[in-house]
T-cell receptor, first 114, second 114 residues
Framework: DAMVIQNPRYQVTQFGKPVTLSCSQT?????MYWYQQKSSQAPKLLFH???????NEADTPDNFQSRRPNTSFCFLDIRSPGLGDAAMYLC?????????????FGPGTRLTVT | AQSVTQLGSHVSVSEGALVLLRCNYS??????LFWYVQYPNQGLQLLLK??????LVKGINGFEAEFKKSETSFHLTKPSAHMSDAAEYFC????????????FGKGTTLSVSS
C-alpha cells in the first residue's frame, strides 16, 4: 500500500543534542509537510516543500531545519533541542499545492527531550 | 483569515448512540473543509472532505458531515457509535492564502462507553 512512513516512531534526545527525524513516502506526491503537535493541541505547520522549493512558516524557530534530497524523503533537523520541543512530529504529503488537495499523514515521531 | 472552532473538547456517548461533533468555520472565501481522526500515538487519518460539491459528504467508517453555509458549520455525525470510534477528531480548513496550510481546530476527544 502507498503510504507515508516515519522513523523512528519514538526518539529520545538530550537537551541541546542535535536530532534528525525522517519521513518517506511511496505516494509520489509533490508536496511534503512537517507539523509539530504538542500534547492535547492541534498540529501546527512548521514548513513544507513543493518539490525542491522550501517554504518556512513565519513563526517556525530557526532551531528547526529541513532537507528534501529527493521526492521520496524529507528530514526534520532540530539543531539544539530544548525541553519545549518535546512533541509529536507529523509528516504529511499531498499530491499538489492547492486548497482542495487533502494531506496524507504518517504515524508520527514522538520526541522526548531529557 | 480562516479559523475553525470545535465546540466541546470532550464528547462522551454510549455504544450505539448518535455521534455529533461540532465544527464552525470562518472564511472569507468558499472554504475547503476536512475532518481527520487521530488514534493514540498515531498520525491523522482523513475521514472526509468538502470541496464545494455536494453539501452532504460521506466518509469512511460510517461518518458523514453536512456543509451549511448559512450556519458556517461542518458538523460530523455517525448514526451509531462503536467502541472503535474512540479517538481525537480534528476539523480543518484550507488556508486560502497559502493554498497549502491546513488550519486545525483544537480537537474533540470522543469517548464511547459500553
Amino acid at each position: 500500500d502507498a503510504m507515508v512512513i516515519q522513523n523512528p516512531r519514538y526518539q529520545v534526545t538530550q537537551f541541546g543534542k542535535p536530532v534528525t527525524l525522517s519521513c518517506s513516502q511511496t505516494l509520489n506526491h509533490n508536496v511534503m509537510y512537517w507539523y509539530q503537535q504538542k500534547s492535547s493541541q492541534a498540529p501546527k505547520l512548521l514548513f513544507h516543500y513543493y518539490d525542491k522549493d522550501f517554504n518556512n512558516e513565519a513563526d517556525t524557530p530557526d532551531n528547526f531545519q529541513s532537507r528534501r534530497p529527493n521526492t521520496s524523503f524529507c528530514f526534520l533537523d532540530i539543531r539544539s533541542p530544548g525541553l519545549g520541543d518535546a512533541a509529536m512530529y507529523l509528516c504529511a504529503t499531498s499530491r499538489a499545492s492547492g486548497r482542495r488537495y487533502e494531506q496524507y499523514f504518517g504515524p508520527g515521531t514522538r520526541l522526548t527531550v531529557t | 483569515a480562516q479559523s475553525v472552532t470545535q465546540l466541546g473538547s470532550h464528547v462522551s456517548v454510549s455504544e450505539g448512540a448518535l455521534v455529533l461533533l461540532r465544527c464552525n468555520y470562518s472564511s472569507s472565501v468558499p472554504p475547503y473543509l476536512f475532518w481527520y481522526v487521530q488514534y493514540p500515538n498515531q498520525g491523522l487519518q482523513l475521514l472526509l472532505k468538502y470541496t464545494s460539491a455536494a453539501t452532504l459528504v460521506k466518509g469512511i467508517n460510517g461518518f458523514e458531515a453536512e456543509f451549511k453555509k448559512s450556519e458556517t458549520s461542518f458538523h460530523l455525525t455517525k448514526p451509531s457509535a462503536h467502541m472503535s470510534d474512540a479517538a481525537e477528531y480534528f476539523c480543518a480548513v484550507s488556508d486560502d492564502q497559502a493554498g497549502t496550510a491546513l488550519i486545525f481546530g483544537k480537537g474533540t476527544t470522543l469517548s464511547v462507553s459500553s
